[in-house]
């Protein structure tokens, strides 16, 4: 057997540093009085891309690696294109939170390597404790992650025990264990409009873009933690205006976790998947696309011959903090990802105890979506529905 190449990890351009919304939340004796946002820091790494050479190489190690080691690739629509690729290529798969969630347990494989940020390895994990799951950086973050800790979400939850708590996938597994719903955005309004429909008052975390949308939609009375997307929250209303003339055409096509102008804009406001499927079934030919640009690459394979046109993240006024492009989602490379596969070290572990509370949240989700009849598969089958305020539903399959 030929002795492989080491491999160069130390590609790092920079660190790059990241400021987020941090919802701060005010517990006098035990009543929530509200909530306030501070701007807070993160960071994530900043890597070269690999040479031509070197990215065929680096390819054909991780085939051969994932074989050896009887591992799966489950990457998300926005990490970069080899990756999704090459999920694609061996049998893994590409998708929404929903889908990377539920494709590990479905699998035969006993390593799940999860391409994506750290809440979709610890999902896959929480529902696959017997697998080893593996990610290229442990230290793919998520805004809405780092904004909702978990001791200072319990106590907002501890006040207000009348209330279903009901939180979004991109959350650790602490507040997962916490909470009594674990939504993902394809389903999130679905479930709450079925809790609304049983009288439940309903604490919804950590978005409050997605949460404000799902509370329009369904009229439920929701207590709503003040999280957001850096990237989403990037995206700007007078532009987007002004793009729209320009294109008088265009649908436009909106991640939920965008804010509410910019949501109301939208022809279509769906998850990732039901984004893709949006442009792929929709009787027109150009498409604005307001969610992180690495869904391009789905979005052109799928849709061949339609023209997709980026909404603006940076106007006159604004300060480009993220460009549409999720700094930590792009973290995920061919270097680090056949490192992974090579050395095992970045497991992602569970506490046994948080995993088996988290799990119970996860599988109401899971149970909820069967019921739905919304099986495997037919999740990337979204129905499309219309723009708030022209129809009864908003995101979801209806
Ligand atoms: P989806 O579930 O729609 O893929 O969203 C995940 C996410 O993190 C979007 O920013
Ligand atoms: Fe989190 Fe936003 Fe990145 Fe999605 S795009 S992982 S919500 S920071």
Request: charged share 20%; aromatic share 6%.
């Amino acid at each position: 057997m030929n002795t492989p190449v080491p491999i160069n990890i130390e590609r790092m351009e920079h660190i790059k540093r990241i400021e987020f919304d941090r919802p701060r939340v005010n517990i006098p004796g035990s009543t929530i009085a509200g909530s306030t946002l501070s701007v807070d820091h993160a960071w994530a790494k900043v890597f070269t891309e690999p040479n031509p050479a070197e990215r065929i190489e680096l390819k054909a190690r991780i085939k051969r690696l994932l074989k050896e080691q009887n591992a799966v690739l489950v990457a998300h629509y926005y990490v970069h294109p080899d990756l999704q690729d090459l999920a694609e290529e061996t049998g893994g798969c590409v998708s929404d939170s929903l889908e990377m969630a539920r494709f590990g347990s479905n699998h035969p494989a006993q390593t799940v390597v999860v391409c994506g940020v750290r809440f979709m390895g610890e999902t896959a994990k929480i529902l696959n404790p017997e697998k080893r799951v593996l990610m290229p950086e442990l230290e793919a973050e998520c805004s809405l992650d780092l904004g909702c800790p978990p001791d200072e979400f319990a106590a907002f939850c501890d006040a207000h025990p009348d209330r279903t708590v009901v939180v979004y996938a991109n959350t650790s597994a602490a507040v997962k264990a916490r909470a009594d719903w674990m939504v993902t955005s394809s389903i999130g309004l679905k479930i709450v409009a079925h809790l609304h429909a049983q009288g439940k008052k309903i604490i919804w975390a950590p978005d409050r873009h997605l949460g404000g949308y799902i509370q329009t939609q369904t009229g439920g009375d929701m207590l709503l933690w003040q999280g957001s997307c850096l990237v989403h929250d990037e995206f700007k209303t007078a532009e987007l205006i002004e793009l729209r003339k320009q294109h008088p055409n265009a649908k436009l096509l909106v991640h939920p976790e965008a804010p509410a102008s910019i949501v109301a804009l939208a022809d279509v406001v769906g998850s990732t998947t039901q984004i893709i499927k949006a442009a792929q079934t929709l009787d027109a030919t150009e498409f604005i696309v307001a969610t992180d640009k690495g869904i391009f690459h789905k979005m052109k394979s799928a849709a061949p011959g339609k023209n997709f046109i980026e909404a603006p993240t940076a106007g006159n006024s604004a300060t480009c903090k993220s460009c549409a492009q999720c700094p930590w989602m792009a973290m995920n490379g061919l270097a680090n990802l056949a490192l992974v596969l090579e050395n095992g070290k970045n497991e992602i572990q569970v506490d046994p105890l948080v995993g088996l509370r988290a799990k119970q949240s996860i599988q109401r989700m899971l149970d909820f979506a069967q019921g739905l009849n919304l099986t495997q598969g037919q999740t990337q089958i979204p129905i499309i529905t219309q723009a708030p305020g022209t129809s009864e539903h908003g995101i979801g399959p209806a």
